[in-house]
């Protein structure tokens, strides 16, 4: 065994704290010896790091404003099956009704139909709703005359009805036509003298579309094909006057109107007054749906 003396051992390196007293921007040093009278110094000074850093420093006044950005939400759109689903309603119920013999139509009719001459005292309520008979006022809505009733219905209800079901949704449209359709046909059971007279025809609840269309969409354009000469021109006209006409017309034919007597002007008329007070009552509800459709 070799001793060795204290002397001749090598010196190990320790790790130990300088004396020098830390700066307020540096960290403790720590010094390691490596050799005679040689020790390694650490350390790091954070007052140059901040004198760099300071140069490449925005000043407060250039930064930007901050802006809140409204981010779209993910959510996809809804279906519009409301109005597709009265639309198919519509033409299965009349071809239906069509096929049918001649005598067995007209059964229909006056089973289905809203009979006018009724409805105008709380008994005959009474006893209609105990009898079912106020479903009269919904099922005559699927019931048309002829192909030129039923036609005229189905494109103003595409017209107006798709629009009118993407502000609202599908199910606050087949409200307004439902609700509409009855209240539509009501006013002509009441206003109709002649008792024991069918109204059928879904006229009043496309009434009440075209009047919410107006109530929510009062600056649209509609585009109208005008003929000159022997040229068609394609023109666009605020909705509002086009619907205008159209609803001064539905008065001046409510007297003295052609077919005075076989069309029921008055419940175009309610039902278009009843549209318009529908989409201003669910105008909150709406704009609500609007924005959490939109994300905001």
Request: hydrophobic share 50%; charged share 15%.
């Amino acid at each position: 065994m070799v001793e060795l003396s204290a002397s001749s051992r090598r010196t190990q390196p320790q790790l130990h704290p300088s004396r020098r007293k830390p700066s307020r921007h540096t960290t403790p040093y720590a010094s390691i010896p490596v050799g005679d009278n040689k020790t390694l110094t650490l350390g790091l000074d954070f007052s140059r790091i901040r004198s760099v850093s300071s140069r490449f420093r925005t000043p407060a006044a250039t930064l930007p404003h901050t802006v809140f950005v409204a981010t779209p939400s993910r959510r996809k759109p809804s279906l519009r099956w409301a109005t597709p689903t009265l639309f198919a309603l519509l033409w299965v119920a009349f071809l239906w009704a069509i096929t049918r013999p001649p005598g067995l139509y007209r059964s229909l009719v006056l089973q289905w139909g809203a009979l006018t001459g009724g409805l105008d005292s709380p008994d005959e309520w009474r006893a209609a709703l105990l009898d079912g008979s106020v479903l009269r006022l919904f099922t005559a809505l699927f019931l048309h005359a002829d192909w030129a009733h039923l036609l005229g219905n189905l494109v103003f209800l595409l017209i107006f009805g798709l629009p009118a079901e993407r502000a609202m949704g599908p199910w606050r449209f087949l409200l307004l036509f439902l609700l509409g359709g009855a209240v539509s046909n009501l006013a002509a059971v009441l206003v109709i003298g002649t008792p024991d007279r069918a109204i059928i025809g879904a006229s009043g609840a496309v009434s009440a579309v075209i009047g919410a269309y107006l109530a929510l969409f009062p600056g649209a354009k509609l585009g109208v094909v005008v003929p000159l000469g022997l040229f068609l021109q394609f023109v666009k006209a605020p909705a509002a006057l086009l619907i205008g006409v159209w609803a001064v017309l539905q008065v001046v034919f409510a007297y003295i109107g052609p077919a005075f007597g076989t069309v029921a002007w008055s419940a175009h008329l309610a039902g278009f007054v009843f549209g318009i007070v529908f989409a201003l009552i669910v105008r909150t509800a709406i704009a609500r749906r609007m924005r959490r459709r939109h994300g905001y």
